[in-house]
């Protein structure tokens, strides 16, 4: 089974929007997990929020440390870091790197915090479509 990983910080919010994303779009049986080098408590209520509004449900995925997954045993692991710094890899390990914002930084109301996690999901559901459509992934 293909696996696919990604990692970032906190795996709070932006690698469990992509989480959620790719398991929806991903061919064939693709395994899908993310993790975070310094994992959060609990997955962003605001990327819960914006998930369920494209009918995606990912309230009960969880923050996963890097241990807890293998990034050596994959087929491809995402990075999403992009002023943090990103786990660093072994050189085998075939990577991609999306740098995006956090949108658990987004200052301003609640609208405009809630616009900056809309941004970065459909950033992410654009590079998915991509992905996947490419000649560089097969399921």
């Not at 061919?27 to 990327?47: C, F, L, N, Q």
């Not at 990034?71 to 999306?98: G, Q």
Request: hydrophobic share 35%.
């Amino acid at each position: 089974m293909p696996t696919l990983i990604f990692l970032c910080v906190a795996n709070a919010a932006r690698s469990q929007m992509a989480e959620g994303l790719a398991r929806t779009k991903a061919p064939g049986d693709w395994k899908i997990m993310s993790a975070g080098s310094h994992p959060g408590k609990r997955v962003s209520t605001r990327a819960v929020a914006v998930m369920q509004e494209i009918g995606i449900d990912i309230s009960h995925q969880q923050p996963k440390s890097i241990n807890e997954v293998n990034p050596k045993e994959s087929d491809l692991v995402i990075t999403l870091c992009s002023d943090e710094v990103c786990p660093v890899l072994p050189r085998t390990v075939r990577r991609l790197h999306w740098p995006l914002r956090d949108p658990a930084n987004a200052k301003g109301t609640e609208e405009e915090q809630l616009q900056a996690f809309r941004d970065v999901r459909d950033e992410l559901d654009r590079r998915l479509g991509e992905l996947w459509s490419s000649d560089g992934v097969d399921g």
